[in-house]
């Protein structure tokens, strides 16, 4: 059977998994609302998490199809996955155009000299403008440098969650045969080279209970059988030898289980305990590796800590440093944009380990993943990594794109600036302003949730990493103080209804507090000390204007991400299985004062 291998690439939101789903569907290989997003909080959250492979069947040919992520902090997954297909599929949103990370996956894309077809997607929209979006696509395409055939690609129309494809946007079409027809005719057969010696290349892991680590990998030649010796070649060349156990190929959503793997298959293999990212894997020990494939370094570290409150041990599972530490072993198995220290970290007087991640929701997700687990930890405030290049002190800096409506641009604008970020380019059409920046990560982290305030929910924010470059200087960016609760208890609507005069408060009525907890923010700016759990004074006088009903706003309730957003450096934010709360490192006043002194 001939095969074909292609990815899907886009920006976050332009309808990647949906058209994967529906050529699915519509090849007979999965029934009514099996998505390729099986993982609980990509359903939640609409976002693709890890890159997920599929097939599809169509005029006797196997389609291999990778479904990639859109967001900027699982960007190392989308890079591998480029390495091992032949073509992608660029899906560009008819009404947004080309967006930060879509010129992050085609740049990755042209350098590889992979040939894209453009699919520009959510036609149907009402403010969508085809013809602009394929100008912005093709100004893209030259602005990165590709070559005449690249730039001479070929597009097709599509209306994704309809099912829905056409080569001119005037056609009559009611399914996605167009699409699939211009894959055959345009993506290079992968099934050459049966005869040749065998060879693949890792390009992603996975891991099983049974049977352990396993390796996704491309054949670029020959075939090889189950029960097989295999030499695994490292980037530097060192060869070692293991036995192929489990083979696997993909077919729909499902695993299939096979006797043999042949070129041009994508395939699990399984047998090798200590596989990594970018071996070649030969059965011939003296078979030069395949060029290695790069992964993009963390951005920003962050200290997992065991969680020392008042209220520890009371929702989680598994509380202690050497749980914690086989649990985030078990990620590096297959999370590769992650790194663990696990020398305790410095300055901390708790057992803990240091981790390094690509971005917030990198690093949110996985403790989100882990508090479902029936974990229970607490972390430091996120920082960013500060190398010297060059022996000059630098750091990560990100391109950020901002779409917000022309009224809420002058708050954003001011904002971004004051954290040392510079305008590059900015265009203004039907009330809406797109503009484009370069800051800092340091001042990016902790600013999304101001900028959805700031743009009264309107507002699109996207960004992308850069690279490291020369260190800004000091970035002031929180302009709010810490409201902690001086004693604990349960926190009473009477003492609130006083304190969220203060401020913004992060819980209700009812909610149980400890000394230390900070229970909201303070708009002053100073921190402040406070008595949630203080009631009414009760009298047996009645006096006029004394019984108003109280007014309670609803709370910030913190989740994880608004958690590493609005903390500070002086404080943990504290995550169980069924509660997100933020607390001072020093849960006294008597602490708080001694270690203000030292530092």
């Given amino acids: 059977m001939e095969i074909r291998n292609i990815a899907i690439i886009a920006h976050v939101d332009h309808g990647k998994t949906t058209l994967t789903d529906m050529l699915m569907k519509q090849c007979g290989m999965v029934e009514e ?250 059965l011939d020990a003296d078979m030069p590796p395949l060029p290695s494939i790069a992964i993009d370094e963390p951005t920003i570290s962050l200290n997992f800590l065991v969680n020392d409150s008042p209220f520890a041990g009371k929702e989680g599972k598994f509380v202690n440093a050497r749980q914690i530490r086989e649990r985030l072993e078990r990620e590096l198995e297959i999370n590769v944009g992650l790194k663990v220290d696990f020398v305790p970290p410095e300055g901390e007087t708790h057992e803990g380990y240091v981790v390094y991640g690509r971005g917030e929701l990198h690093i949110a997700i996985l403790l989100e993943n882990m508090r479902r687990e029936g974990y229970e930890l607490q972390v430091s405030q996120p920082q960013v990594i500060i190398k010297m290049v060059d022996g000059e002190k630098s750091e990560p800096y990100e391109e950020v794109t901002i779409e917000t409506p022309t009224e809420t641009s002058g708050a954003v604008v001011e904002k971004i600036t004051k954290r040392r970020g510079m305008m590059q380019n900015m265009r203004e059409k039907d009330g809406i302003v797109r503009m484009i920046f370069e800051i800092p990560t340091r001042g990016l982290l902790g600013y999304r949730g101001q900028f959805v305030i700031d743009t009264k929910g309107e507002g699109i924010l996207s960004s992308r990493v850069i690279g490291f470059r020369p260190y800004a200087g000091e970035i002031k960016k929180r302009d709010v103080g810490s409201m902690t609760s001086m004693i604990s208890g349960k926190a009473v609507a009477f003492a609130l209804g006083n304190l969220q005069e203060r401020g913004v408060l992060y819980i209700g009525h009812g909610t149980e507090v400890y000394e230390g907890m900070v229970i909201g923010n303070v708009t002053k700016g100073d921190d402040l000390s406070v008595n949630p759990i203080k009631g009414k004074q009760l009298t047996n006088m009645r006096a006029s204007g004394t019984d108003e009903a109280i007014n309670l706003k609803p709370p910030f309730t913190l989740t994880i991400e608004r958690g590493l957003e609005v903390m500070s450096d002086h404080e943990y934010l504290e995550i169980t299985p069924k509660s997100v709360r933020l607390r001072d490192k020093y849960l006294t006043e008597l602490d708080r004062v001694r270690a203000g002194r030292k530092s």
């Fill in 33 to 282: 609302g099996v998505t390729m997003d099986s993982n609980a909080l990509e359903q939640e959250r609409g976002i693709t998490i890890y890159s997920k492979n599929t097939s599809v069947n169509y005029k006797g040919t196997k389609i291999n199809i990778v479904d990639t992520p859109g967001h900027a902090d699982f960007g190392s997954e989308v890079e591998r996955v480029l390495r091992a297909i032949d073509s992608v599929l660029l899906l560009v949103d008819a009404q947004e155009g080309p967006m930060p990370q879509t010129r992050f996956v085609l740049k990755k894309s042209l350098e590889l000299g992979l040939q894209p077809i453009v699919v520009i997607n959510k036609i149907d929209k009402p403010a969508a403008d085809p013809a602009r979006v394929h100008d912005e696509i093709l100004e893209l395409f030259i602005e990165l440098g590709a070559t005449d055939k690249q730039i001479d690609f070929k597009t097709i129309y599509a209306i994704g969650r309809q099912g829905i494809a056409k080569k001119n946007l005037a056609d009559e079409s009611k399914d996605l045969t167009p699409l699939l027809d211009l894959v055959l005719e345009e993506v290079p057969e992968a099934s050459k080279n049966a005869e040749g010696a065998f060879q693949a290349q890792v390009f992603n892991l996975g891991y099983d209970n049974f049977l352990g680590r396993l390796a996704i990998a491309r054949v670029y030649g020959g075939s090889v059988k189950m029960g097989s010796q295999i030499f695994v070649k490292d980037h530097n060349g060192v060869a070692r030898s293991t036995k192929i156990t489990k083979l696997f190929v993909f077919e729909g959503i499902t695993r299939k289980d096979v006797q043999e793997i042949t070129v041009g298959d994508i395939a699990v293999i399984a047998g090798i305990p200590d596989v990594f990212i970018g071996e070649s894997i030969s």
